[in-house]
T-cell receptor
Framework: ELKVEQNPLFLSMQEGKNYTIYCNYS?????LYWYRQDPGKSLESLFV?????AVKQEGRLMASLDTKARLSTLHITAAVHDLSATYFC???????????FGTGTRLTIIP | DAGVTQSPTHLIKTRGQQVTLRCSPK?????VSWYQQALGQGPQFIFQ???????QRGNFPDRFSGHQFPNYSSELNVNALLLGDSALYLC??????????????FGPGTRLLVL
């Protein structure tokens, strides 16, 4: 059974600081997604990572994938308040769009 | 392009009742997946529909059933509601762009409260 773990579960950080969220998964998988969710809202797609060594960046967020270690990271650079949200990684094991989600990381940016 | 739409936005039911949730996929998408997100947790895969057939299913009881229509829209039905069915129900659609499978786009969700 595929298991997806994220850490930390909660993260409170000051504006301007850098931090990394980690996503580990238990079995070989086809692709990995990162999503953002604001309170009471749906999921917003951030990144899709398809191959080992893939790196994608959008603004202050950068995601990477190491398939050998079964690890993805979401790095936040010079955090701003607007980045406060819950971030989920999700793994598609077989490329058939059945996603297994991590537990989520609730990120709070403090001015 | 309206994206993925869901109705209703909120719903209150009592234990034992039945509920139907609806989803219209993003234009050009033919695959619809349903997820249940309990408060404070990540979404869990319920099932997926393609070409009006259930293509794959997660670990949910038979009380959860669905349907896909020829226009690719979909319904999720839950019978004999339990308190534990209270959650945000998310619909996601996807499709091929050329030969490449597009990422899933999620709808705004239906928040179900079972009393």
């Amino acid at each position: 059974e595929l298991k997806v773990e994220q850490n930390p579960l909660f993260l409170s950080m000051q504006e301007g600081k850098n931090y990394t969220i980690y996503c580990n998964y238990s079995t070989t998988s086809d692709r990995l997604y990162w999503y953002r969710q604001d309170p009471g809202k749906s999921l917003e797609s951030l990144f899709v990572l398809l191959s080992n060594g893939a790196v994608k960046q959008e603004g202050r967020l950068m995601a990477s994938l190491d398939t050998k270690a079964r690890l993805s990271t979401l790095h936040i650079t010079a955090a701003v308040h607007d980045l406060s949200a819950t971030y989920f990684c999700a793994v598609d094991r077989s490329g058939n769009e059945k996603l297994t989600f991590g537990t989520g990381t609730r990120l709070t940016i403090i001015p | 392009d309206a994206g993925v739409t869901q109705s209703p936005t909120h719903l209150i039911k009592t234990r034992g009742q039945q509920v139907t949730l609806r989803c219209s996929p993003k234009s050009g998408h033919d695959t619809v997946s349903w997820y249940q997100q309990a408060l404070g947790q990540g979404p869990q895969f319920i099932f997926q529909y393609y070409e009006e057939e259930e293509r794959q299913r997660g670990n949910f009881p038979d009380r959860f059933s669905g349907h896909q229509f020829p226009n690719y829209s979909s319904e999720l039905n839950v019978n004999a509601l339990l308190l534990g069915d209270s959650a945000l129900y998310l619909c996601a659609s996807s499709g091929l762009q050329g030969e490449i499978q597009e990422t899933q786009y999620f709808g705004p969700g239906t928040r179900l409260l079972v009393l």
